[in-house]
């Protein structure tokens, strides 16, 4: 079956510009996670939603950064006025439980990532 | 504050020799800890979970709590094995933290 998929691939984007990042998740999966890496670092959360409720926010570097996930299934991350230091792999995850389940055997799976360049 | 620590970059071994990958942790709460992995050019995935005590390819991790510590280890390494392994603490239900990962090379 298809896995989480992420789009675009690549993006480079020059600094003040606004892009907009894509994420389709397991078709049914409650759960979706937002992680930021940077080079050489392990991905660092961003953020969650459950189905549409975007319950924690707390790993949203700054106000430009803005999520949303309005019918529950494809989420878009929204990067405005672009920084240098905002270069990093944005890496999207699902998973099926949500918090009523229960995480004990829950698997998160992870998209490829979207690569994004600030020049 | 929460934090995990893997203090390799890159761990070179022969194949068929033994592999311990590093990770210790700082969390004030019951900690749920998991092993991730990303083979070249593929996504990252988990390899395995405290909670399930299980061993997957060979590997297996053990929760110490008294050196707040969840090494991966291996008896036998494979080349197939080569890739960037990732330690995550999970704290708040939903929230991972990740470490910033061993580099493992198996040489033939």
New interface residues.
Partial sequence: GA??SQSPRYKVAKRGQDVALRCDPISGHV?L?W?QQAL??????LT?F?NEAQ??K??LPSDRFFAERPEGSVSTLKIQRTQQEDSAVY?C?SSFPG?AEG??KE???????TRLLVL | AQRVTQPEKLLSVFKGAPVELKCNYSYSGSPELFWYVQYSRQRLQLLLRHISRESIKGFTADLNKGETSFHLKKPFAQEEDSAMYYCALRYNFNKFYFGSGTKLNVKP
């Fill in positions: 896995g989480v759960s996670f992680y050489g670092q392990g991905p660092e959360f969650y459950q319950l924690d707390s790993g890496l995850a918090l995480f004990t698997t998160q799976y992870f998209g490829p990532g």
